[in-house]
């Protein structure tokens, strides 16, 4: 598979550029290569191609392929994030956050997630809700932070239903309600949040909006 790909990436072709980038990267199809995979990326991000552009911000944020730059990180992650890419607009949201590459600002950080989040990506809309939760940039509002949790959680993200289900066994925020607690825990386990099966599994042996499960 990677001979067609790498015909078109070698006519300059910035969509081939970046599977052949991917295929280095995860080691389909030829030995695993992180050095050959920025290399592919690079080629590809030039030419404005947004995934190829966040894999590059990854790149550089975790240091394969390429020295650990954040500086650099921060740089691709903002080309991509305006060339319309959820997770690059939340990845530098992240590196706001954290003061990475960038000097700590919650408020950039808070607009870069609301761009994600207008796109659908749940990792943002939790981190909104995050922000509403402990009134970061924003007046402190749990209604408004679980109408963000829930958006996240009903998108599939774990740890949003993992924290939904916490916030309703403890009555934090919303009435204390086992079965809904349960509902979320197990979203959340389904896809391997061990926090989640560790507290279903409690959940199942004290008969908390379950019927006893004890085998």
């Known amino acids: 598979a990677i001979k067609e790909f790498r015909k078109g990436a070698d006519l300059g072709e910035p969509d081939s550029q970046f599977i052949v980038g991917l295929m280095y990267a995860l080691g389909q199809g030829v030995p695993q290569n992180p050095k050959e995979a920025f290399k592919w990326y690079q080629r590809s991000a030039i030419q404005s191609y947004s995934k190829a552009q966040l894999n590059l911000g990854n790149a550089y ?3 394969k392929g390429v020295k650990r730059d954040m500086v650099k990180a921060v740089k691709w992650f903002k080309i991509a994030a305006l060339n319309g890419s959820a997770k690059a607009q939340y ?4 590196r706001y956050m954290k003061g ?4 700590k600002d919650t408020e950039q950080a808070l ?4 761009k994600s989040a207008a796109l659908e990506y749940p990792n943002a809309e939790y981190v909104i809700g995050k922000f509403y939760w402990k009134g970061i940039s924003v007046d402190k509002d749990k209604e408004e932070a679980l109408t963000w949790y829930r958006k996240a959680a009903d998108s599939g993200y774990a740890a949003a239903q993992y924290n939904l289900g916490k916030l ?3 009555g934090d925020g919303v009435a204390k309600n086992f079965e809904i607690a349960v509902k979320w825990y197990l979203a959340a ?3 391997g949040h061990r926090n989640a099966q560790y507290n279903l599994a409690n959940r199942y042996y004290k008969g908390e909006g379950t019927a006893e499960d004890i085998v």
């Open 189 to 191: 386990a389904e896809q």
């Open 111 to 114: 607009a870069w997630l609301r």
């Open 168 to 170: 309703h066994k403890n």
């Open 61 to 63: 944020r975790d240091g």
């Open 100 to 103: 990475q590459g960038v000097s």
């Open 91 to 94: 990845n530098l949201a992240m």
